[in-house]
């Protein structure tokens, strides 16, 4: 289990490798392609020859080739329907080839008409299809470049990464780009990036054929040339291989940390990432982390648990990328199969976070921000009873702000309406009474009255006794551990049964469960 009491730790490798899964995620490709990817390119680039300063430049593209994703995933969406469908096929099919995009947009734009319907929309879609492709990958581009920039990414790594949808042809994107005129490393990325994709999606044999086909077109003739005979083996060897291990021990030196009193920028673009991922919830995990770190002063926590309360909220929703832009930025119900897809954004976000030493400080937290106290939340289901406090507060923070923000099936309430349906929530046992009134009161709302948040008006010593109670503990054990005789643990129980009007340790501990009195 990670220590989540002492100074964070962090690698910037650790925190860009976090941001190549995002990629990813929208992509639709298991987590730790691209630092697969990364990794080839850097096997290829020592065996023949390449200088230091180029290795690195590949390296740090490998891992940040597609960082302004999610900057125009709402248009690809808009043209294509599923953007994480349309950006998988795009992986396979030669993007220096026009007769491959064109076939790709006759099939699939404008998948929300059928039939006749389709002719007049694919034939729109033909005709502005080069000037939206050219905004497209230059949004793709100028966005990457401001999260590189944030990053503190070298000029020549940024100089590569506007090269990331250029061809060898001068058939890529957005300016037509040709040659040499591409920066050597991310050829290089382009070639080992699409080897890995094609040997993991079909076979070694077809993506080193491929290569030969491609050479001319999408990559430089004479790098193809170099990298097919070895391309078997080093396709065995990363088949061998722990993609992330991998991927941090290749870092070039020397190995960059991100000091602590940096951090919280270094998070922000991850919140930002993941934030782009819909027009909807730009500024989202923002505005949840400083609402949650907020609530958690006016409640009284330690200054590292705020700190770290807040850290989760800049990145609790980077999961998002995983959720096609079909389902975040659709006007009306969702499916039950389109809900089932939201449902494993917070497991994606825990699964990322977790492959850093440094990030997996900010677990559990910022993976439960959708479980609820009465069990009914996701994507565990965990209930109050295994829900710490700081959870609650963040599940809280990000439910309000939802709340408060357009979304595509409605407009955001304003301050006192989603007061009121948050505090209809907690009534309903979907979220902690007490972690939504520390919300509300950090928003300026006023605070309800005591018998309101504490419905039994029990005492701070029966809140303790409660807790111990629900949790199975005898009167004894009750005495014990907060240092009081039996009697004096017994009639306190007592005094609790009377209040919340029941007789048996089971009642006390729903009721303690349903209004968020466990501790």
Not at 237 to 253: F, K, N, Q, S, Y
Not at 423 to 437: F, I, K
Not at 479 to 501: C, F, N, R, V, W
Request: proline share 6%.
């Amino acid at each position: 289990m990670a220590d989540t009491t002492g100074p964070v730790r962090l690698r910037l490798a650790e925190l860009v490798a976090v941001l190549s899964l995002g990629q990813d995620a929208a992509f639709g490709q298991p987590l730790e392609s691209q630092l697969r990817g990364t990794l080839l390119a850097g096997w290829i680039g020592g065996a023949i020859g390449l200088s230091h300063a180029d290795l690195t430049v590949a390296y740090w593209c490998g891992h940040l080739r597609y960082l302004g994703c999610t900057g125009h995933a709402h248009e690809v969406a808009g043209f294509f329907g599923d953007d994480i469908q349309a950006r998988a096929r795009t992986l396979l099919y030669n993007a220096a080839d026009p007769k491959a995009v064109l076939r790709d947009v006759v099939a699939h734009a404008a998948p929300d008409r059928r039939g006749l319907a389709r002719v007049p929309a694919v034939a729109s879609a033909l005709a502005g299809g080069r000037r939206f492709a050219a905004m497209n990958f230059r949004t793709g581009c100028e966005v990457g470049d401001v999260l590189a920039q944030r990053l503190g990414m070298p000029d020549d790594v940024r100089h590569a990464l506007q090269f990331t949808f250029e061809r060898w042809n001068g058939k890529g994107q957005p300016t037509g780009a040709a040659g040499e005129a591409i920066p050597l490393p991310m050829r290089l990325v382009h070639l080992a990036q699409d080897v890995e994709v094609l040997a993991r999606q079909r076979d070694p044999a077809s993506a080193t054929a491929a290569v030969g086909e491609r050479a001319g077109s999408a990559y430089d003739p004479g790098l193809a040339r170099a990298v097919r005979p070895m391309l078997p083996e080093l396709l065995r060897r990363l088949a061998e291989i722990e993609p992330w291990d991998g991927a941090l021990a290749a870092e070039p030196r020397p190995h960059r940390t991100v000091a602590d009193p940096d951090l919280d920028e270094m998070l922000s673009i991850v919140a930002d990432f993941a934030d782009l991922k819909s027009v909807y919830t730009a500024g989202h995990s923002r505005a949840v982390a400083d609402l949650a770190g907020a609530a958690a002063v006016r409640a009284g926590l330690a200054a590292t648990d705020v700190e770290r309360l807040r850290r989760a909220g800049l990145v609790h929703d980077l999961g998002r990328a995983g959720v096609p832009n079909s389902i975040w930025d659709k006007p009306g119900p969702l499916t039950r199969a389109e809900r089932d897809r939201v449902r494993l954004h917070p497991l994606l976000t825990a699964q990322m976070l977790d492959r850093s030493p440094g990030l997996a400080t900010l677990l559990p937290t910022a993976g439960n921000h959708h479980e609820q106290p009465d069990g009914g939340g996701y994507p565990r289901g965990l209930d109050a009873g295994r829900l710490p406090f700081p959870d609650r507060l963040l599940a809280a923070a990000d439910r309000y702000r939802g709340l408060r923000e357009n979304r595509a099936h409605r407009p955001g309430l304003e301050r006192d309406e989603a007061a009121a349906m948050l505090r209809a929530d907690a009534r309903g046992g979907h979220v902690d009474p007490r972690a939504v009134e520390c919300v509300l009161a950090a928003d300026g709302h006023l605070p309800r009255r005591a018998d309101e948040v504490n419905p039994a008006a029990l005492t701070g010593r029966e809140m303790q006794v409660l807790g111990l109670l629900a949790r199975g503990s005898s009167t004894r054990a009750i005495a014990q551990e907060l240092t009081i005789s039996p009697k004096t643990a017994d009639t306190h129980i007592q005094h609790i049964y009377l209040k919340i009007g029941c007789s048996t340790r089971g009642a006390a501990a729903l009721f303690a469960a349903q209004h968020g009195l466990l501790p």
